[in-house]
């Protein structure tokens, strides 16, 4: 290892723009590959909620570059949601090749804000750029960030511009807007006459990407124009890929993976551990996973980039490509493939108390078709807006994770479907799904599903989620939509539950039931909704598992 020194570094923009960086670099004379990380929020944090300090990576024998984007930090210019970071990027790493001791070959890291640097800095192909390490991040903006099956993420992203909004102000020297965000992103303002839409932002920051956020449709040039998935048709690189089961952005991440794995020349790796968007440790929600569950990323990258950037020989590339984290056994597992094996179909089967009987409800693997015993049955609930169904963990909830749910599911505006005990150990792994055959009594209404595991004595933990929002008449209509996916071990004895509600909120804005745009509703518009889970006859609405494949580890 070297010891390190630091400094201040700045180049101009095409456009005169300074933009600024702290560069670590080795104490040691020749010449070394570059790290970039690219963000937003103050380069002395450098991303160390999540990795180690740059400090360490320098010492390892790189020249580490933390800049600040524009309008962030001390770089000059105004700031815009990702909208300078792709000529801004390209220009960076062209400069950082060219600085002093530079070998001229560039590797990125960095997460969320951080990994997206790394996507619009990677459109234009600078020869330099020879491998990034994008970790939790969105594929299509609008689908994996901003949305969730047309359903808003209204306390990720609500938190999130006021959190932006406060540095701006900051940065400004306006003290009181400044208070006035910090206060509010302590206690969000959920309640205000627009709901989605609050007083503060409107009045304190009317140029917040927020506005463009609710008023932009899924197909506006927006989000095309924003969205990686439109922009990186022609790249191709080595990337490492990082994800969480609790992180709001992994569907972004395997469609990532899976573009890349399907088009590139050279190796894609993927790892999914048991962490929420941050911190990256064995505890996320209520549920310690172990000390394996602990963060190695920061020594896999620089064995990944030693072989990139130095060319190493890497026994890393000898493995197979992908490593999950098993929630349950708390082991990683090395597979070549994701979500290419056995379903596994559980069946809703009801008395019409599912949420009022939790013994009511059951899942279950079979069916009898055309007999009175599987006649089809409504399970009914009544959404209310005065008293909506509250987030608890899952991925788009603060704090994510899993958590011990068992009071929620006694509501009677949840409807929940649990196994018998399992008779044995049951591995799952990939992509969740759910049909539920559904009829509302309002033009709109929302579907919440999350699945929990049951232990013996009554607890109940979530392991995955999914919302979708739902357009339609009060004609019944079969609702399919993906959850988070997953890699779990359940234990034997221990039950599967499936419970269906009507809002999750705040991790999701309320649906008002009047097909108005979020963004123009009023809160004294939200309606009260019921709706009618079918199930039995031909209904056959079910929730859909993906037995895990074989593993080395």
């Known amino acids: ?14 456009d005169h723009i300074q933009l600024d960086a702290d560069l670590y670099y080795p104490d040691s004379l020749g010449e070394f590959p570059v790290l970039l990380m690219r963000q937003p929020y103050g380069r ?21 570059v933390i800049q600040d984007v524009r309008g962030r930090g001390t770089s000059q210019g105004e700031f815009k949601l990702f909208e300078n970071e792709i000529e801004d990027g390209l ?33 234009h192909q600078p020869p330099a750029l020879k491998t990034i390490c994008p970790a939790m991040i969105a594929y299509n903006l609008y689908q994996d960030w901003a949305y969730e099956n047309d359903a808003f993420c209204l306390q990720m992203n609500l938190g999130w511009a006021i959190q932006l909004a406060a540095e701006t102000a900051k940065l400004k020297g306006d003290q009181d807007t400044f208070q006035k965000l910090y206060a509010a992103s302590r206690n969000l303002p ?14 304190l920051v009317p140029d917040s990407f927020y506005h463009d956020w609710l008023k932009c449709p899924e197909n506006d040039p927006y989000w095309q124009n924003l969205s990686p998935e439109f922009l990186l048709e022609k ?19 395997f469609k990532l993976y899976q573009n890349m794995k399907n088009k590139s020349q050279f190796p894609q790796h993927l790892i999914v551990g048991p962490w929420g968007h941050l911190p990256w440790g064995r505890k996320t929600g209520e549920i310690d996973y172990g000390k394996s569950a602990s963060s190695f990323i920061d020594v896999y990258q620089i064995a990944w980039f030693d072989h990139f950037l130095k060319g190493k020989d890497s026994q890393l590339l000898e493995k197979p490509p992908i490593q999950l984290f098993e929630m349950g056994s708390n082991q990683w597992r090395n597979i070549e493939t994701f979500n290419s094996h056995q379903p596994q179909f559980f069946y809703l089967k009801s008395n019409g108390l599912a949420n009022i009987q939790q013994n009511a409800g059951q899942l ?46 006694t509501r009677f505006d949840v409807l929940t479907y649990t196994s018998q005990p399992l008779t044995e150990d049951l591995c799952l792994q990939g992509e969740i799904k759910v049909e ?21 004595d009554g607890s109940v933990y979530n392991f995955s989620q999914g919302y979708r929002r739902f357009n339609a008449s009060e004609t019944k209509e079969t609702i399919t939509f993906s959850l988070q996916p997953i890699c779990i071990k359940l234990a034997q004895g221990n039950a599967i539950r499936l ?11 309320m649906n008002s039931g009047t097909n108005q745009l979020p963004h123009e509703t009023k809160l004294i518009d939200y309606q009260v909704i019921t709706l009618s889970v079918y199930s039995g006859g031909i209904a056959l609405s079910k929730i859909i598992f993906h037995l895990a494949q074989k593993t080395s580890n």
Not at 1 to 14: E, N, Q, Y
Not at 48 to 61: C, E, I, K, L
Not at 190 to 203: A, G, R, S, T
Request: charged share 15%; proline share 7%; with cysteine.
């Open 91 to 123: 220009e960076t790493i062209n400069w950082v090749a060219q600085l002093p001791q530079s070998n001229g070959k560039v590797g990125m890291y960095g997460f969320s804000y951080q990994g997206m640097t790394q996507l619009y800095a990677a459109v």
């Open 235 to 253: 790249v191709d690189l080595p990337l490492l890929h990082i994800g969480g089961w609790f992180d709001p952005h992994l569907r972004g991440n």
């Open 1 to 14: 290892m070297f010891s390190v020194h630091k400094k201040t570094v700045s180049f101009l923009t095409r």
């Open 436 to 456: 539920i055959n559904v009829q509302g009594d309002a033009p709109s209404f929302d579907l919440c599903a999350i699945v929990s595991e049951v232990y013996p």
């Open 364 to 409: 279950v693997t079979d069916l009898l078709l055309d007999t009175s015993e599987n006649a089809e049955i409504i399970d009914t609930i009544v959404h209310d807006p005065w008293r909506p169904v509250p987030s608890l963990g899952g991925h788009a909830g603060f704090p994510s994770g899993s958590f011990e749910r068992s009071s929620i599911e």
């Open 44 to 64: 002395k944090i450098a991303s160390t909620v999540v990795y180690a300090h740059p400090s360490w990576y320098a010492s390892q024998g790189y020249l580490v």
């Open 499 to 509: 419970s269906l509600s009507g809002t999750n909120f705040p991790a999701y804005g």
């Open 190 to 203: 959920l309640l205000d006459k627009i709901p989605v839409n609050p007083n503060i932002l409107q009045e």
